[in-house]
Nanobody
Framework: QVTLAESGGGSVQSGGSLRLSCAAS????????LGWFRQVPGKEREGVAT????????YYADSVKGRFTISRDNAKNTTYLEMNSLKPGDTAMYYC???????????????????WGQGTQVTVST
């Protein structure tokens, strides 16, 4: 059983920054891809960023590339999402997730993620 717990969300003004954390348990942290997703009510869940099992490869949605940074600390079973230059369009519930495999070249496959946390809300005001 995989358990994920996001934290670090909150309200911030446009242009501000937040760092989200996701503590995980129930999986071998150095063997699986990890990712961050976000969702607005009534909309489909959107992939934001992914990171390979070793942390050496990362992928970002075009909408956040250059502003967000995903990282992981396998020793702590934790992944992070550093968000800078936040925009109102970034407002969403953010979720971390674990893929069912850890193939580095395929961590970007959004459909591979099947274990989710409860989410943490990020609200960006103008």
């Amino acid at each position: 059983q995989v358990t994920l717990a996001e934290s670090g969300g909150g309200s911030v003004q446009s242009g501000g920054s937040l760092r989200l954390s996701c503590a995980a348990s129930g999986y071998t942290s150095d063997e699986y891809c990890l990712g961050w997703f976000r969702q607005v009510p009534g909309k489909e869940r959107e992939g934001v960023a992914t990171i390979s099992s070793s942390g050496s490869q990362t992928y970002y949605a075009d909408s956040v590339k250059g502003r967000f940074t995903i990282s992981r600390d396998n020793a702590k079973n934790t992944t992070y999402l550093e968000m800078n230059s936040l925009k109102p369009g970034d407002t969403a519930m953010y979720y971390c997730a674990v893929a069912y495999f850890g193939i580095p070249g395929y961590c970007y496959v959004w459909a591979a993620y099947n274990s989710w946390g409860q989410g943490t809300q990020v609200t960006v005001s103008t």
